[in-house]
Structure formats: structure tokens, C-alpha cells
Nanobody, 116 residues
Framework: QVQLVESGGGLVQPGGSLRLSCAAS????????MGWYRRAPGKQRELVAV???????NYADSAKGRFTISRDNAKNTVYLQMDSLTPEDTAVYYC??????????WGQGTQVTVSS
């Protein structure tokens, strides 16, 4: 079994920063893609950013220039540095990983609230 555990969410003022972390643990053979998605109130879940095992990245337009995704393959951990946050970034953020034998895996989600 493989688990994804997110951390780092919370309440931040507009213009502030947060860093999310997601660590995969368990019987991991290999993780190909890791990423972050979010679901804002009343909206569907959407892609924020993804990163391949070799470091290739892809960002949603809303994240470009403000968010940075990175990963530590040795620790099976992915990070999301979020800067210049706005209230529109308020959402539950979910970690996703594509693992060689188990396919798509999801974390439990971490709440990010941007408010003054």
C-alpha cells in the first residue's frame, strides 16, 4: 500500500506565501509523475502543477510565475511553493502521484485559505 500525506496548508494573507509538501510512503516501486491539484468551493478539481521524475514541469496558467513545483526523488516527496497568493487561490489542495504498480494515487487534501 502507498500513502500520500500532505502538509503545509493554512491561513495566509493576500500577497503571502505557503509551501506545501507531500510525502509518499509504503511499497513504492517507482513514481513517475507527481503533482498538485486543487478544488475551490463550488468548483471542480483542477490541475495546479505537475513534475516528472526527471524534473520536467507543467503549470496551470493561474500558477505560472507565482507557484513553483519541485520534488525530491530520494524522499518521494513533492513540494509546491506558492507566492503572491490571492483569495482566488483558496481551495483544498490535493497531491497526486502516478506509481508504477498502483497507478494514480491521491492524498487526503490540505486546506489553503487566503484571506485578510
Amino acid at each position: 500500500q502507498v500513502q500520500l500525506v500532505e502538509s503545509g496548508g493554512g491561513l495566509v494573507q493576500p500577497g503571502g506565501s505557503l509551501r506545501l509538501s507531500c510525502a509518499a510512503s509504503g511499497s513504492i516501486l517507482r513514481i513517475y509523475l507527481m503533482g498538485w491539484y486543487r478544488r475551490a468551493p463550488g468548483k471542480q478539481r483542477e490541475l495546479v502543477a505537475v513534475i516528472t521524475s526527471s524534473g520536467g514541469t507543467n503549470y496551470a496558467d493561474s500558477a505560472k510565475g507565482r507557484f513553483t513545483i519541485s520534488r525530491d526523488n530520494a524522499k518521494n516527496t513533492v513540494y509546491l511553493q506558492m507566492d503572491s497568493l490571492t483569495p482566488e487561490d483558496t481551495a483544498v489542495y490535493y497531491c497526486n502521484a502516478i506509481e508504477a504498480t498502483r497507478g494514480s494515487l491521491w492524498g487526503q487534501g490540505t486546506q489553503v485559505t487566503v484571506s485578510s
